[in-house]
């Protein structure tokens, strides 16, 4: 089974700085595909971004981008110039590529960032 | 108009009573799913479905089951509330395989 594992329960940053969420993942398949979700304190699931394992470029929107290490098993988050509005949980996940009967999602635990004025 | 509608937002149960969270899809997507959020735990999947009647476990379906009669509607029953099941419950949709998924507001069901 697939694990995901976010170390940094809690995280804080500065309004207009970057920050980095850190994201580890355990598997045997060369075939899948990793997300970061945001949650807001209104409770909605956010894709904020998407990669597919076979592509080698790193995935951006916008003042979000990843940093993709398949070799390390590592998909780290970056926001640049962070907003008020950036404050939020947010979720790494992982989805195998093979599955056809639909393709579940295996989050992490969660990062809560603080974006401070 | 929303595209993924969870109903109700909010519920308080009693212990040993039975419960349904419904999930309607306005998407057309074939793949629908049943999340549960807990601290420290992330969103843990509870059942799927991958069409009309085609529904299949998750890692935490115990004392859940499920029912899929039509595109749209995905519903999630607890047949017998206990405090365990007290969380945050979350649907979702996928068009495809490898697509991102869409998600429902949450219901938020407490158990007394």
Not at chain 1, 32 to 51: A, D, G, H, N, T
């Amino acid at each position: 089974a697939q694990t995901v594992t976010q170390s940094q329960p809690e995280m804080s940053v500065q309004e207009a700085e970057t920050v980095t969420l850190s994201c580890t993942y355990d598997t045997s398949e060369n075939n899948y595909y990793l997300f970061w979700y945001k949650q807001p304190p209104s409770r909605q699931m956010i894709l904020v971004i998407r990669q597919e394992a076979y592509k080698q470029q790193n995935a951006t929107e916008n003042r979000f981008s990843v940093n993709f290490q398949k070799a390390a098993k590592s998909f780290s988050l970056k926001i640049s110039d962070s907003q008020l509005g950036d404050t939020a949980m947010y979720f790494c996940a992982f989805m195998n590529g093979w599955e056809t009967s639909g393709s579940r999602l295996t989050f992490g635990e969660g990062t809560q960032l603080t974006v401070n004025p | 108009d929303a595209g993924i509608t969870q109903s109700p937002r909010h519920k308080v149960t009693e212990t040993g009573t039975p419960v349904t969270l419904r999930c309607h899809q306005t998407e057309n997507h074939r793949y629908m799913y049943w999340y549960r959020q807990d601290p420290g735990h992330g969103l843990r999947l509870i059942h799927y479905s991958y069409g009309v009647k085609d529904t299949d476990k998750g890692e935490v379906s115990d004392g859940y089951s499920v029912s899929r009669s039509k595109t749209e509607d995905f519903l999630l029953t607890l047949e017998s509330a206990t405090s365990s099941q007290t969380s945050v419950y979350f649907c979702a949709t996928q068009k495809g395989t490898g697509d991102g998924y869409t998600f429902g507001s949450g219901t938020r069901l407490t158990v007394v």
